[in-house]
C-alpha cells in the first residue's frame, strides 16, 4: 500500500466519536504535510502499526516483552518508512 492508498482508507473510516474524528484529521494532515511521516528521523511524530493477536474464544491474548520499556506490549513497531502500515503490523 502507498501513502495515497493509506490516506484514502483513513479518509473512508468512519469515526466512532468525536476524539476518533480529532485523530483523524490530526493524521491524515500530518501524513499529507511530512514527507517523513514513516520514519523515525521524524522526532515529533512517526507512524507506527500494532495488532491484537486473539485465541477462537477470546480467552487469550499474545504479548511480548518490551527490553527497553520493562513491560508487556501488544504486536506491532515502526513504519521505518514502509507505508503499509498492515505489513508492519504483521512484522513483514
Not at 469515526?15 to 521524524?42: G, V, Y
Not at 502499526?49 to 520499556?69: E, G, Q, R, T
Request: overall charge negative; hydrophobic content about 40%.
Amino acid at each position: 500500500m502507498n501513502r495515497q492508498e493509506l490516506l484514502n482508507q483513513i479518509e473512508h473510516y468512519t469515526p466512532f466519536n468525536e476524539q476518533e474524528e480529532t485523530d483523524k484529521q490530526l493524521i491524515l494532515n500530518w501524513i499529507r504535510n511530512n514527507t517523513n511521516a514513516f520514519s523515525r528521523e521524524n522526532t515529533v511524530a512517526h507512524m507506527t502499526a500494532s495488532a491484537w493477536v486473539v485465541n477462537p474464544d477470546k480467552s487469550k491474548v499474545l504479548m511480548v516483552y518490551h527490553n527497553i520499556y520493562n513491560s508487556w506490549s501488544w504486536l506491532g513497531g515502526h513504519a521505518d518508512g514502509e507505508t503499509d502500515l498492515l505489513a508492519v503490523a504483521f512484522g513483514k
